[in-house]
């Protein structure tokens, strides 16, 4: 495919590979991006931003309602793409297109509810002759910067709420997985968006990233991809508006009076969807000594009925890691506990970018598979005592983006509401859960600013403040 810059898809002499992460064949090639491409996308984004201040609100909600109706139309098309790219099972790929509509509905909804408020300086002291309120006006420039593991939802949640509020968007998605993206960008364009009201620039991140982010054009970025990089484009954004939302290892605590079918069934479900890859899967479970041997058995046959191969085959239950390197780690890290003195319940062994679902037991929170995080299909199980030990090894982390408790006990379960240190808190279920409406987003090194449309939208305008001084 073309990228789309100043207004036209662009070729360029220099291709990336997108290359499908089952069996390594290529599926489609990219343009490589350059500094004179970031220079032009800004320039035109910059003009872009004009164009989408002025547009109202009714016809932003038009323009947003009808690329979802045109995606709704193509959820097959856009489905396969994305298991093409990223290699998610092929159900998931079709859920995440249809996730993808209902996040562009959602934004076109808000497009007609973007006010501000009248503010009672009469409660100030000598204020009486004043008369104020808010005025909510787009940002201008909007920078969305994608990971690679939701490629068409996960922008949607970007460009969906910034065109919203009437900014332009330039959108840098994942280099193993932009087909989604500029898939996306067609389906704006057809449904009337302002040419240049959207860029979709393709190349490295590594080389292209610092000059977007610095750029001082840009008036906010929203980030999703690893802390580490986060971290970087914080330090490189200057002064602007920066939303970043970044990893985690998200816990599960089982208290003793869990109903441990549903638990196992919950584990599986939440812990190797996207073979483990999902910012809110299911990584460590904190389970109670009275009930852990019985739960790690259930675990087990849940675990094991998870087959793995092509993600096309519609009776396969878990595809490919995105890259063989990454396999390779996960496989690596799995073995380090073992060899730490961890027990493999189930699972672990890597043909070339597949891990079979594995379960870990015995694993000190210290190691690897439980302190860092794993992005891969492995859960790492660590008994515990108490509710107090359960919340203390629950917050253990440098993260804080989901996690969930199983428990019939609301006593207990208020106290993880309370004392967990987590932007999402899951009551009878894993961490992996998410619907697309809900304010989402982490606590500590898991990032800040909150995504979904109505809270994104917050996120893309700034507000300014209006004070009539009246005569009497
Ligand atoms: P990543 O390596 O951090 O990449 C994310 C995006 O950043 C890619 O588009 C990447 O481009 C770009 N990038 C790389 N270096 C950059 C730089 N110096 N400046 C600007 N952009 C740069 O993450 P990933 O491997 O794609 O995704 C996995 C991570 O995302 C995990 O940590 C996961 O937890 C996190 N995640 C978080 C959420 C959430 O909502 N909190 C959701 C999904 C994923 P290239 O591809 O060209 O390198």
């Not at 990219?30 to 931003?49: F, I, N, W």
Request: charged share 25%; proline share 5%; aromatic share 6%.
């Amino acid at each position: 495919m073309k990228m789309y810059v100043a207004g036209q898809w662009v070729d360029k002499p220099k291709k990336i590979s997108v290359t499908n992460p089952f069996d390594g064949s290529v599926v489609d090639t990219v343009p490589q991006a350059d500094k004179g491409d970031v220079d032009r996308a800004l320039e035109s984004a910059t003009r872009g931003a004009k164009v989408m201040a002025k547009l109202p609100g009714y016809e932003r909600y038009k323009i947003l309602k009808k690329a979802a109706d045109l995606l709704e139309a193509r959820v097959e098309e856009f489905g396969r793409i994305i298991t093409l790219e990223e290699g998610k099972i092929i159900g998931e790929g079709r859920t995440e297109a249809s996730r993808g509509v209902q996040t562009l509905t959602l934004s076109a909804e808000e497009a007609k509810r973007i006010h501000g408020e009248t503010i009672p300086f009469d409660g100030a002291p000598g204020a009486t002759r004043q008369f104020g309120f808010t005025l909510r006006v787009p940002c201008g420039v909007v920078v969305a910067i994608s990971p690679f593991n939701f490629p068409l939802n996960l922008v949607c949640h970007k460009v969906g709420p910034a065109l919203a509020a009437g900014n332009s968007v330039v959108i840098k998605p994942a280099t193993d997985t932009p087909l989604s993206a500029l898939k996306l960008t067609e389906v704006l364009l057809e449904a009337g968006l302002p040419p240049e009201g959207i860029q979709c620039l393709t190349g490295h991140g590594g080389e292209i990233g610092d000059l977007i982010c610095a750029d001082r054009r840009v008036r906010k970025i929203t980030f999703t991809g690893s802390r580490d990089v986060g971290e970087r484009i914080c330090h490189v954004a200057g002064i602007k508006k920066v939303t970043m939302e970044l990893g985690s290892n998200s816990p599960i605590i089982v208290m003793p009076d869990a109903d441990l079918e549903k638990v196992a069934v919950a584990t599986a479900a939440t812990g190797f969807a996207n073979a483990g890859q999902v910012c809110i899967s299911t990584q460590r479970v904190i389970a109670n000594r009275r009930i852990y041997g019985d739960f790690l058995d259930v675990l087990k046959s849940k675990v094991a009925a998870l087959t793995t191969g092509n993600p096309l085959d519609e009776k396969v239950k878990v595809g490919p890691m995105i890259r063989e390197k990454d396999a390779i780690r996960v496989e690596s890290w799995v073995r380090e506990a073992v060899g730490g003195g961890a027990r493999l319940v189930v699972g672990g062994e890597r043909r070339g970018a597949i891990v079979e679902p594995a379960v870990v037991a015995d694993v000190k929170p210290e190691m690897r598979i439980s302190c860092d995080e794993l992005f891969g299909p492995a859960v790492a199980v660590t008994p515990c005592d108490s509710i107090d030990e359960a919340i203390a090894l629950a917050n253990d982390s440098i993260y804080g983006l989901a996690a969930g408790i199983f428990t019939e006990n609301l006593e207990w379960a208020m106290r993880f509401a309370r004392e967990v240190e987590s932007g999402n808190l899951m009551i009878n279920w894993g961490p992996q859960w998410r619907a697309d409406l809900m304010p989402y987003g982490g606590l500590k090194d898991s990032g800040f600013g909150k995504e979904g449309p109505r809270y994104a939208v917050e996120e893309m305008t700034e507000l300014k403040l209006v004070c009539f001084h009246l005569a009497g």
